[in-house]
């Protein structure tokens, strides 16, 4: 099942660091979401205000999430859906198995689902013996490659369209070896043409929902291939698979969350595909799916509301954060070890997998905030980083070494004169061992430091005894 | 089970926002009239233009993401204008069309070398034609509702889509489709029932995917081409199902 | 609000253990302004070790020692973004929950300023006398840039200094990886992020190096003097108080061989 690997965040991460393939991979891509949000905001007047709407929304519905959320179900069963409460994982995929088994399901297509990664589902049904199909691109390229996704919105950005190639060719055998595959068109082709076929053979589809609406009992997905709108109208059966927080009050508050998202994620002003589904089909229609189930999944989220983490649950899952993340550009996201990477997986893993297993994530980070200054719906990801610190440090969670590290500085902050009187002698020690050259290459206790870098010598004497000792600068001019 | 799971999550959603039962009365009150009031928030100002001015937007936008656009009078010169676009295509004059009012009232026998099924597509199909019930200027984004006669599929099965749409029928905002959505739904002729469509899909441009190496590829799954026929005179009505 | 005032040196723990230069070059940019700078005796560190690792209380007992040292001034500077806001935005958040010390908190915020933009925003200063031969590049520290707002003052005061010519940084405003104890828990990382810091430095061709923060300063010109690279690190209030003639960071005192 989806086991994380985040207490390994170290060793994961430095894995990921020499992985060249990786790096250069990342470095095509970061630009390219940089520079689209950047663009799509310069072009909206109305971006910054708009995000503080969106912001409002959330924090409204959040606030009376229990009367949406019946509100919102009552409106699914008046449409003809049915809504199916899971409040683990587990339940969850009790929930998606039954339904598969009451209409003799052997294949499900599914469109790309984060909630469907966190209940691992996928597993699920093949250890059920039914087929599971990914059909968005980046997700059938990882699930050819046994891999997980590395970001939340385009899961496959670690790969480089070389990997593509050899998966594809290792993979789909029926077809000419002696075929060119080598540009991303006709990889594109080649994956377009395979899953058609799928699209015809399912008897279910899953997708998950970038919304879900109250007012109307809807639920809306955004993509940019036309894959979840396949794998919805197609089979019988179609499954949401979404959690708790993705509801907003009515489709006007959905449009206003649109406007930011597609615009935070890629730098389009909307994505290609954004789909409001209510219910199964009308009598009437031609195409659509005979049966339209929801599963409103918990798994943690409320117990994150009324925390000091409630902020996390405004999240849409734009993944602005991690690209702008220099640690995530470092890393990638499969460092992260689990399902959600990148800044907000550092706030919401803890949450859902407890921060003895998730404590890493929070903790590499440089607070640098450009994560919170993307954010469309402004969460402030260092300030809930931090309280992950606090609940470590007041479980005593935190390395042996560091935290006597700096307690030791704290016990000298707190005392100014006892700290002069240390500070003065041992930074004129450090001076004068290090006065050939002005920096050490090496110096016990700072191997964290000298391992990569020179550490600069200070100049001798503090700037307070030197102060102290009458020391003035020069008169000089300005205007 | 789940009957239990359910009171479960709202028993906790409830505790951890400091309630021991549902909200007050009054409370529940304000939240319904918040959900019937469907007030707009924010609506971008570059969607203050007149009628002219909308169909401009919605030209712009809809290029800048790789649709094509063309412009004609009126109905009578749509079959015209997509047996032209076919060819120059390089595709067969072979499409399935939606069976909706719209297109009905185009002269299609007038091009007796266009086959045209009305109905479903299945995979064999490479051309899809269908109308548009309302498309939205702000970000040059088609809205299609489905019904009998609009099936859904139409919008991503073949490869290239080619949609009719009356200038008339450009609004400025998402806000606007949902309000056409809730009219139809109010609308006892409108045969809804009371009922939203099963599936609105707004269409920004064709299908597109960039998760090999951030190439930026049209044609994923839904449509590579996107052709969009706006008819200058195409009807007086406001936004309706085709 | 009167602008020349008696004002508090808010040092800095890098700058009073590692490079007092930077204080002193404080001292003399706001003393050249008219100020009067006194130098608190009872003044450590601002608490941002213990904050961002968790440590509520010794961050609350550091933050209410600052804060007692400095309320009385009418303005308290620091040549840190990063401190500086510390000071500005943290402290008021560490104190929330002691509405006594809340209110001394919010009322020490008010006039808390980082170095630069207190000369450019509080003292209306348009142009500092100094003269600099030589191209520099200039990174801007995250907490400067993001919880203070400090972008275009720098740039302007170093627009005015003579002779030196100012080439922007490609990503200046990506984090240089420091990130106070994040660079030695994580080192891995950290290393990976200043070594991509390190190339856009090179690549703009510029022989010098400014910042508006030690921990940022000491990282980037650690990693330089590490690879070899021929770049000398300053602290920008160095170069804009004309006391820009001795040892770079990271260089010995008599600089024989430039580095």
């Given at each position: 099942?989806n086991?994380?690997?985040?207490?390994?965040?170290?060793?994961n991460?430095?894995?990921?660091?020499a992985?060249?393939?990786?790096r250069?991979?990342?470095?095509?891509s970061?630009?390219?979401?940089?520079g689209?949000?950047?663009t799509?905001?310069?072009?909206?007047p109305?971006f910054e205000?708009l995000?503080?709407q969106?912001r409002?929304?959330?924090?409204?519905?959040?606030?009376?999430?229990d009367f949406y959320?019946?509100a919102?179900?009552?409106?699914v069963?008046d449409v003809?859906?049915?809504?199916?409460?899971?409040?683990?994982?587990e339940?969850?995929r009790n929930?998606?198995?039954e339904i598969?088994?009451s209409?003799?399901a052997?294949?499900?297509?599914?469109?790309?689902s984060?909630?469907?990664?966190e209940?691992?589902?996928?597993d699920?049904l093949?250890a059920?013996g039914i087929?599971?199909v990914?059909?968005?691109?980046g997700?059938y390229?990882?699930?050819?490659r046994?891999e997980?996704?590395s970001?939340?919105?385009a899961?496959?950005v670690?790969l480089t369209?070389?990997?593509v190639?050899?998966?594809?060719?290792?993979n789909?055998?029926?077809?000419?070896?002696?075929?060119?595959l080598e540009?991303?068109p006709?990889?594109?082709?080649?994956a377009r043409?395979?899953?058609?076929?799928?699209?015809f053979?399912?008897e279910v589809?899953?997708t998950?929902?970038?919304l879900?609406?109250?007012e109307t009992g809807?639920?809306?997905?955004?993509?940019?291939e036309?894959?979840?709108d396949?794998s919805?109208?197609i089979?019988?059966?179609?499954?949401v698979?979404?959690s708790?927080?993705?509801?907003v009050?009515?489709l006007?508050d959905?449009?206003?969350?649109l406007r930011?998202l597609a615009?935070?994620?890629t730098?389009?002003?909307?994505?290609s595909?954004?789909?409001?589904?209510t219910?199964?089909?009308?009598?009437?229609?031609?195409?659509?799916?005979?049966?339209?189930?929801?599963?409103l999944l918990?798994?943690?989220?409320?117990?994150?509301l009324?925390?000091e983490f409630?902020?996390?649950?405004?999240?849409?899952?734009?993944?602005?954060?991690?690209?702008?993340c220099?640690v995530?550009?470092?890393?990638?996201?499969h460092?992260?070890g689990?399902?959600y990477p990148g800044p907000?997986?550092s706030?919401?893993?803890?949450?859902?997998?407890?921060?003895?297993e998730?404590?890493h994530?929070?903790?590499a980070?440089?607070?640098?905030?450009?994560?919170?200054?993307?954010?469309?719906v402004?969460i402030?990801?260092p300030?809930l980083?931090r309280?992950w610190?606090?609940?470590?440090f007041?479980?005593h969670?935190s390395p042996?070494?560091?935290?006597v590290?700096?307690g030791l500085?704290?016990?000298?902050a707190k005392r100014?004169?006892l700290?002069?009187?240390?500070t003065?002698?041992e930074?004129r020690?450090?001076a004068?061992?290090?006065r050939?050259r002005?920096r050490?290459?090496s110096l016990?206790?700072a191997g964290?430091?000298?391992k990569?870098?020179?550490?600069p010598a200070?100049q001798?004497?503090t700037f307070?005894?030197r102060?102290?000792l009458?020391?003035?600068p020069?008169a000089g001019g300005?205007q | 089970?789940s009957?239990s799971d359910?009171n479960?999550?709202?028993?906790?959603v409830?505790?951890s926002?400091?309630r021991?039962?549902?909200?007050?009365?009054?409370?529940a009150?304000?939240?319904?009239?918040r959900i019937?009031g469907h007030a707009?928030?924010?609506?971008?100002a570059?969607?203050?233009l007149?009628d002219?001015?909308?169909?401009?937007?919605f030209q712009?936008?809809?290029?800048?993401v790789?649709?094509?656009?063309?412009r004609?009078?009126?109905?009578?010169?749509?079959?015209?204008?997509?047996?032209?676009?076919?060819r120059?295509?390089n595709?067969?004059a072979?499409?399935v069309m939606?069976?909706?009012?719209?297109?009905?009232?185009?002269?299609?026998?007038?091009?007796a070398l266009m086959?045209?099924?009305r109905g479903?597509p299945?995979?064999?199909?490479?051309?899809?034609?269908?109308?548009?019930?309302?498309?939205v200027?702000?970000?040059g984004?088609?809205?299609m509702f489905s019904?009998?006669?609009?099936?859904?599929?139409?919008?991503f099965?073949?490869e290239t889509?080619?949609?009719?749409?009356?200038?008339?029928r450009v609004?400025?905002?998402y806000?606007?489709?949902?309000?056409a959505v809730?009219a139809?739904m109010g609308?006892?002729e409108?045969?809804?029932n009371g009922?939203?469509?099963r599936?609105?899909?707004?269409i920004?441009?064709?299908s597109r995917?960039?998760?090999?190496?951030q190439?930026l590829?049209?044609g994923?799954?839904?449509p590579?081409?996107l052709?969009?026929v706006?008819v200058?005179?195409?009807?007086?009505?406001?936004?309706q199902?085709g | 609000?009167s602008?020349?005032?008696?004002?508090?040196l808010?040092?800095?723990?890098?700058v009073?253990?590692?490079r007092?230069?930077?204080?002193?070059a404080a001292?003399k940019l706001?003393?050249d302004?008219?100020?009067?700078?006194e130098?608190p005796?009872a003044?450590?560190?601002c608490g941002?070790p213990a904050?961002?690792s968790?440590?509520?209380?010794?961050t609350i007992?550091?933050?209410?020692?600052?804060i007692a040292?400095f309320?009385?001034y009418?303005?308290v500077?620091a040549?840190s973004?990063s401190c500086a806001g510390m000071?500005?935005k943290?402290?008021?958040e560490a104190?929330a929950?002691d509405?006594?010390w809340l209110?001394?908190?919010e009322a020490?915020?008010?006039k808390?300023?980082e170095l630069?933009s207190?000369l450019t925003?509080?003292?209306?200063?348009?142009?500092?006398?100094?003269?600099?031969?030589g191209?520099v590049t200039y990174?801007?520290s995250?907490?400067?840039?993001?919880e203070l707002?400090?972008?275009?003052?720098p740039?302007?005061?170093?627009d005015g200094?003579d002779?030196?010519?100012?080439?922007e940084l490609?990503?200046a405003n990506?984090?240089?990886?420091?990130?106070?104890?994040?660079c030695?828990k994580y080192p891995?990382?950290?290393n990976?992020?200043?070594s991509?810091?390190?190339?856009?430095i090179?690549a703009t061709g510029?022989?010098?190096?400014?910042?508006?923060d030690?921990g940022?300063?000491?990282?980037?010109?650690?990693?330089l003097h590490?690879?070899?690279a021929n770049?000398r690190v300053?602290?920008?209030?160095?170069?804009?108080?004309?006391?820009?003639d001795g040892?770079?960071?990271?260089e010995?005192?008599?600089a024989?061989?430039?580095?």
């Open positions: 099942m086991v994380s690997t985040t207490r390994n965040f170290k060793a991460a430095a894995e990921q660091l992985n060249e393939t990786l250069g991979a990342l470095t095509k970061k630009g390219h979401f940089t689209g949000r950047a799509a905001a310069a072009n909206l109305e205000a995000r503080d969106a409002d929304i959330k924090n409204h519905t959040i606030e009376n999430l959320l019946e919102y179900e009552e409106k069963t003809g859906g049915q809504v199916h409460w899971a409040r683990t994982a339940d969850a929930i998606v198995l598969c088994r209409v003799d052997k294949a499900v297509n599914k469109g790309k984060m909630i469907s990664e209940c691992a589902i996928n699920m093949e059920n087929r599971a990914e059909t968005d691109l997700e390229i990882i699930q050819l046994g997980t996704p970001h939340i919105i899961p496959a670690h369209k070389g990997q190639e050899e998966s594809f060719r290792a789909h055998t029926h077809l000419d070896p002696d075929r060119v540009e991303p006709t990889l594109l082709n080649e043409t395979i899953l058609r076929e799928k699209y053979q399912a589809g899953i998950g929902a970038n879900l609406v109250a809807s639920s809306i997905i955004v993509t940019n036309g894959n979840g396949l919805q109208l089979p019988k059966v179609h499954i698979l979404a708790l927080e993705k509801i009050p009515t006007e959905a449009s206003t969350i930011v615009r935070s994620a730098g389009q002003e909307f994505s595909y954004t789909t409001v589904s219910g199964p089909k009308r009598e009437g229609d031609p195409d659509g799916p005979e049966q339209y189930h929801v599963i918990d798994n943690g989220r409320s117990d994150m009324g925390s409630q902020d996390m649950l405004r999240c849409i899952r734009c993944g602005a954060c991690m690209n702008h220099p995530y550009q470092s890393v990638g996201g460092a992260y689990w399902v907000m997986g706030v919401l893993s803890p949450g859902l997998l407890g921060v003895d998730a404590g994530l929070p903790n980070s440089s607070f640098c905030g450009r994560c919170e200054e993307v954010c469309p402004r402030p990801l300030k980083m309280h610190r606090e609940q470590e007041e479980k969670l042996g070494a560091a935290r590290g700096l500085w704290a016990f000298f100014p004169k700290y002069q009187l240390a003065g002698l930074m020690v450090l004068w061992l290090g050939k002005g050490f290459t016990p206790l964290g430091w000298t990569y870098r020179e550490l200070p001798g004497r307070q005894s102060w102290k009458g020391e003035r020069q300005a | 089970m009957a359910r479960t999550i709202l028993y906790s409830r505790r926002l400091g021991s039962g549902p909200v007050d009365d009054g409370t009150a304000k939240l319904r009239a019937a707009r928030n924010i609506v971008p570059r969607t203050d007149d002219a001015g909308l169909v401009d937007l712009t936008m809809a290029e800048k790789f649709a094509t656009v063309e004609v009078s009126d109905m009578s010169e749509v079959p015209g204008a997509v047996g032209d676009y076919l120059r295509e595709l067969p072979q499409v939606a069976p909706d009012e719209t297109l009905d009232a185009a002269p299609w026998s007038d091009n086959d045209i099924r479903t299945v995979e064999a199909d490479q051309v899809s034609v269908t109308s548009a019930p309302v498309a200027a702000e970000t984004t088609l809205a019904g009998p006669a609009h099936p859904s599929t139409l919008n099965i073949p889509h080619v949609v009719v749409l009356p200038a008339s609004v400025k905002a806000e606007d489709v949902f309000d809730r139809q609308d006892a409108s045969g809804r009922l939203p469509p599936t609105v899909n707004f920004t441009g064709p995917s960039g998760d090999i190496e190439t590829l049209l994923a799954h839904g590579r081409r052709h969009i706006i200058e005179d195409g009807e007086q009505d406001a936004p199902n | 609000m602008q020349r005032s008696g004002v508090a808010f040092v800095t723990c890098l009073d253990l590692f007092p230069n930077v204080g002193f001292v706001m003393q302004a008219g100020c009067t700078v130098v005796e003044q450590t560190c941002q904050y961002n968790g440590d509520r209380k010794d007992a550091i933050a209410k020692q600052v040292a309320e009385g009418d303005h500077v040549p973004g000071i500005k943290h402290y008021p104190l929950d509405p006594a209110a001394r908190a020490l915020s008010a808390t300023h630069v207190f925003d509080v003292l209306k200063i348009e142009k500092v006398e100094a003269a600099y031969d191209t990174h801007d995250c907490s400067g840039l993001r707002g400090i972008h275009g003052q740039r302007k005061l170093l200094v002779g030196l010519h100012l080439r490609n990503d990506v984090c240089c990886g420091f990130g106070g104890t994040f030695v891995d990382i950290s990976r992020m200043v991509n810091k390190m190339d856009e090179v510029a022989e010098t190096l400014l910042a508006g030690m940022c300063l000491m990282n980037m010109a650690g990693k590490r690879e070899g770049v300053r602290h920008v209030a160095e170069v804009l108080a004309g006391m820009a040892p770079a960071i990271g010995p005192k008599v024989s061989v430039k580095p």
